[in-house]
């Protein structure tokens, strides 16, 4: 029974662990959608929009970023979203 508890808490930590080494370019998209989107409303999260709607709101709203910014963010999107 103790290497049963044992193994589950390794595996819960192990996958805590994983799960804080995001991509770096995540981490920046991230950080431009936390930065930028919250300048003029509340962050909503994106696992609450389809990945269309966040896009069709970057073209709409986002038009002070560079290309390249674009698209990290909607890369951040389309992986938080919930579709």
């Excluded at 103790?2 to 799960?19: N, Y």
């Amino acid at each position: 029974m103790r290497i049963i508890v044992l193994f589950l808490a390794m595996l819960l930590f192990g996958c805590a662990a994983i799960e804080k080494q995001a991509k770096p370019e995540i981490s920046a998209a991230k950080k431009l959608y936390r930065s930028n989107c919250s300048i003029c409303h509340r962050l909503y999260s994106p696992d609450v929009y389809s990945y269309q709607k966040l896009e069709h709101y970057v073209d709409k709203y986002a038009r002070g970023i560079s290309v390249q910014e674009r698209q990290s963010l909607l890369e951040y999107l389309k992986g938080a979203s919930k579709e």
